[in-house]
């Protein structure tokens, strides 16, 4: 018998080509775009080996768990690293940056990551790639969890290392990521003699065999069906249009955070700014003596389906996620989450307004 997930004819280079072009205009850029085959960690990890060394000095921000993620890796490589943390329940700023630059001139380095789903924050990219650019570093963005939701410009903002995955907002496959990469950072990589090659990391390899010979043979055997998974996200976003997707992201964010606060209860949105709040997920704080751990178990218990998760680590105990995004980007969901979290709160003796909360995301749906 024939199946029509196993019984495939090979992927072709052409093919594999054809996808990388699409999310390149995706990203709007005319950098290189190398689709790695592997979650999105793949290209994280493998941009900063290509590029960092004992010779670097990195400014890396955490405004989430991910940014302590690259700060190891870093120091992992033999960069000098200069932490710049900010409360997780806000944004890093251009003017923090640039300060930065004033106490530690040397830094030829920044790692930021633009939207952190695990806190809800978003950071203003566009900005701070206007204070990286004066000072000539190298910036290193992890767009994983913003692309789709929010615009994402790497040559626009003057990104030179810019790793999307579609597993998000894109509501596309896990399985395969991708990475713009400048000029400038495969000339870094290229003279980084610590930079990985013949590995599975390695970015090099992808540009000497692959980019340079003119896309005509691959590597290695392509994860196939995640590259097929990961056209036919593409495509349907092509579709929709990519501002139509991201209002919607948008949407749901907004509807949550009223939601949140209409519902009562003690609930509260997490990032207390809405203009520092990702649109890929919103983040809520639980009433003091709520577990949010708890509160999850209690929602997800009348739904498995929904979206929601309590905040990872340290944040299991305050931090309530709900994940928004790709195909949960929409006005039932939000509304769904909201009523589960609703009859928990209730469950624990807590006043809560269903109706209001209701009333409070349809009037907040744009």
């Known amino acids: 018998m024939t199946h029509p997930f196993l019984d495939l004819a090979p992927l072709s280079a052409a093919r594999f080509a054809s996808i990388e072009d699409r999310v390149a205009r995706l990203l709007d850029t005319r950098q290189d775009v190398v689709i790695m085959q592997g979650e999105a960690l793949l290209p994280l990890e493998g941009a900063i080996r290509g590029t960092a060394g004992p010779g670097t000095t990195a400014l890396n921000v955490i405004t989430g768990p991910y940014g302590q993620t690259f700060g ?6 033999g960069a000098t690293v200069i932490d710049l ?51 000539g570093a190298l910036f290193y963005l992890d767009a994983v969890a913003s692309i789709g939701a929010e615009p994402v410009l790497p040559d626009a903002w003057g990104v030179d290392l810019c790793v999307i995955g579609a597993q998000k907002a894109m509501g596309g496959p896990a399985g395969v990521s991708a990475v713009s990469v400048s000029e400038r950072a495969w000339a870094r990589m290229a003279a980084n ?11 090099l390899d ?4 692959w980019v340079d010979g003119g896309r005509k043979a691959l590597l290695h055997a392509p994860a196939q069906l995640e590259m ?4 036919a996200c593409v495509e349907r976003i092509e579709a929709a249009g990519a501002e139509t997707v991201m209002a919607r992201h948008a949407s749901a964010a907004a509807a949550t955070r009223a939601g949140a606060v209409a519902l009562g ?35 997800l218990a009348s ?11 340290a944040l299991a105990g305050r931090m309530i996620r709900v994940n928004h995004y790709g195909g949960d980007a929409t006005v039932g969901v939000v509304q769904a989450c909201l009523a589960a979290l609703g009859a928990a709160l209730a469950e624990k003796g807590l006043a809560v307004d269903l109706e209001g909360a209701r009333r409070a995301v349809e009037n907040a749906w744009r």
């Open 72 to 77: 190891d890796w870093l120091r992992d490589c």
């Open 85 to 135: 943390a900010v409360p997780f329940h806000t944004a890093v700023t251009a003017a923090q940056i640039r300060e930065a630059f004033a106490e530690h001139p040397g830094i030829d380095f920044v790692s930021l990551v633009h939207a952190e789903a695990a806190t809800g924050n978003t950071n203003p990219v566009a900005e701070i790639g206007e204070v990286v650019r004066e000072h």
């Open 193 to 203: 003699p610590k930079a990985p090659r013949r590995s599975y990391l390695s970015l």
């Open 206 to 209: 992808w540009k000497e065999r």
């Open 228 to 231: 097929l998974a990961l056209e």
């Open 265 to 299: 209860g003690g609930l509260e949105p997490y990032v207390r700014d809405a203009a520092e709040a990702a649109p890929v997920a919103t983040t809520l704080r639980t009433p003091p003596g709520v577990l949010a751990s708890e509160l999850v178990a209690r929602a």
């Open 303 to 313: 739904d498995a389906t929904l979206p929601l998760a309590a905040g990872g680590g």
